[in-house]
């Protein structure tokens, strides 16, 4: 990697406008108290699977800057890019070899600076993905250390630690990978006998870096500044728990309730208050991430245009996780607690107030999200039933698969009660098309590195990553000019493509227009939220003038007077149906 912080190029002034931004621009900074991240829904781009120029077959940077537009036409107001940068793609591009450059399956530098300037002349804020917890085995910080010897300065950027037993042929400790398997594989030294142990909370290909390291510190400063320095509006960054382990690094069995992420316990009853915290792994949630983040916010300061830090937090409870966003350390996380509450209305009311409580007693956004790269999509999960599929992914021998109309339907719901909530909203990629998980992938096409390290136990999150469906006459639905894309779509999907629902009433598309327009109208990001006693199975509260109305029950109910500004479903003779949720004008 060439040295960001030795090579820097010069910053760019500001626009004064919030559109026609220069190249390398950031948009301007919004009014105190009202920064653009405290009200933003924020889009997820999965490059690989949003739009594909060249025809490989896999989605790419110019893909992305010709479908910018359609994102500006939904009323997003920034776009967030998982991975773009080089990589052996082990774990779909979060196994990073060079942080400070573009892979070529998905284009240039050059083809970046063209996407983020189209960004910002449409008005839209670009944040990038940052991998810090651990590099990809393949990056030349990791292959210097493989050939270095133990104790090497080379050696100290990871995780590096003898085995144990009398020949240290045993792992340093018990922990388990978050993909399954043993977290520590062991080495060859140069000379050919057998070596220390490094530390792979993720897959072998991604050993953990070694945050006590100030070299790592430095390093990941410079690259910061690199994409800053180019205008990016922020990182989200990932595995934002992460980075720091416990001294001695202590054997750890995850609880048999830990969530998907790896060791750490959801609370009771997800949704509740929990009478006490769950038990911290040794390797998440550590108090000494927090230094980092400081650190970073510190050089975010350096940069005009409210830059912000967004974290991947997987932390219970909330009241924790609110220690990721205090005034000095990130901007925002992500509120994994609403993504994994259950469609109960009791639930739902517990998690929303505690959500706002607990953000604002920091002075930040809550934030919410109901869908992302790594977990089923919303349109089928909140319909699952028997077994919690939702941490391993769900694939043709699974059960409880629910019927994809009822399934939609609740989403819908469930979408439209979201973006009703002040603060900040995220929005996966296809979701605003009412795109299902795609279940029936065959074997032979999975590529997540879950599926292949638990022998095929659990299906991983290949089927919330199957590239979109743009226009039902083209190859590959329009996700670009070949006729194949890198995971098969289904055939189902030619219904759901964006030019069949594009400006037809009713459809899941007009619907998250209308509902962002709304939201946008009605400033409802910055509401104060007034609950009303509807019924046991209903979700009733002001906001500003518009009163929401959510049917998370079985039955009709009696709908109040109003006017109508958004259904999630159609209406008949004043009744609300079920799984349906209502904007009236108060």
């Given amino acids: 990697m060439t040295s960001p912080a030795s090579s820097r190029e010069q910053r760019t002034s500001l626009p004064a406008a919030s559109t026609g931004a220069a190249p390398g621009t950031a948009l301007a900074p919004s009014s105190p108290g009202r920064e653009w991240w405290r009200s933003a829904v924020i889009y997820q781009v999965y490059p690989r699977s949003f739009a594909d120029a060249n025809g490989d077959g896999m989605g790419d940077l110019p893909g992305i800057t010709h479908r910018l537009p359609a994102l ?3 009323g997003v107001d920034a776009v967030w890019l998982s991975p773009f940068f080089t990589s052996p793609q082990n774990d779909g591009g979060y196994d990073v070899a060079d942080y400070c450059d573009v892979d070529p399956l998905f284009g240039t530098l050059a083809d970046f600076d063209t996407m983020l300037e189209r960004a910002h002349s449409l008005g839209l804020r670009v944040i990038i993905d940052i991998v810090p917890n651990h590099s990809s085995s393949a990056h030349a910080w990791f292959q210097a250390a493989l050939a270095s010897a133990p104790g090497s300065e080379e050696r100290a950027r990871y ?10 042929d045993l792992p340093p400790n018990n922990w388990e990978s978050i ?14 006998t057998p070596g220390q142990w490094y530390l792979h909370l993720f897959d072998k290909s991604q050993p953990d870096l070694d945050w006590e390291n100030p070299w790592v510190w430095e390093q990941f400063r410079g690259i910061l500044r690199f994409w800053l320095d180019r205008g990016v ?15 001695g690094l202590p054997d750890y069995t995850p609880p048999a309730n830990a969530g998907s992420m790896g060791g750490v316990a959801l609370e009771p009853e997800i949704g509740a208050h929990a009478s006490s915290e769950p038990p911290t792994p040794p390797y998440f949630a550590q108090d000494g991430v927090h230094a980092i983040y400081r650190d970073w916010h510190k050089v975010l300061e350096e940069y005009e245009g409210d830059r912000v830090l967004c974290g991947e937090a997987w932390v219970e409870p909330l009241e924790k996780l609110a220690r990721w966003v205090r005034p000095d350390e990130m901007q925002q996380t992500f509120n994994f607690g609403y993504l994994e509450t259950p469609w109960d ?26 869908s992302n790269h790594d977990v089923v999509r919303h349109a089928t999960r909140l319909a699952l039933e028997g077994e919690n599929l939702q941490g391993h992914g769900i694939g043709p021998k699974s059960t409880g698969i629910p019927d994809t109309a009822f399934a939609l339907r609740r989403a819908r719901a469930a979408t439209a009660l979201m973006l009703a909530l002040p603060g900040s909203a995220y929005l996966y990629q296809g979701e605003e098309l009412g795109l299902p998980e795609a279940i029936d992938l065959p074997d032979s096409a999975r590529q997540d590195p879950t599926w292949f390290r638990t022998n095929g136990e659990r299906y991983g999150r290949d089927g919330c990553r199957v590239p979109l469906p743009w226009e039902g006459t083209e190859p590959s639905y329009g996700f670009g000019p070949g006729a194949a894309s890198w995971l098969p779509q289904p055939a189902s999907w030619a219904s759901y493509t964006r030019d069949t629902q594009e400006g037809v009433a009713g459809s899941t598309l007009t619907m998250y227009q209308d509902a962002l327009a709304a939201r946008r109208e009605h400033d409802l990001a910055f509401g104060t939220l007034e609950w009303a006693d509807l019924g046991e199975d ?3 509260f002001r906001s500003g003038n518009v009163f929401v109305v959510a049917n998370v029950g079985t039955a009709p109910v009696a709908l109040p007077d109003g006017e109508v500004l958004l259904a999630s479903a159609p209406l008949s003779d004043r009744t609300l149906p079920h799984d349906t949720t209502v904007w009236l004008r108060a």
Avoid: Q
């Fill in 72 to 74: 500006r036409s939904l």
């Fill in 159 to 168: 995780m590096f630690r003898d085995g144990k037993g009398e020949n240290g």
């Fill in 538 to 540: 209903v979700l009733a």
């Fill in 179 to 192: 993909f399954g398997g043993p977290a520590w594989t062991r080495i060859t030294e140069p000379d050919g």
């Fill in 345 to 370: 209305a009791a639930a739902l009311r517990t998690v929303i107030d505690r959500s706002i409580s607990v953000f604002a007693s920091v002075g930040a956004p809550s934030t919410w999200v109901l």
């Fill in 233 to 247: 509006d922020g990182f989200r960054v990932d595995v934002a728990h992460g980075m720091v382990k416990e001294a």
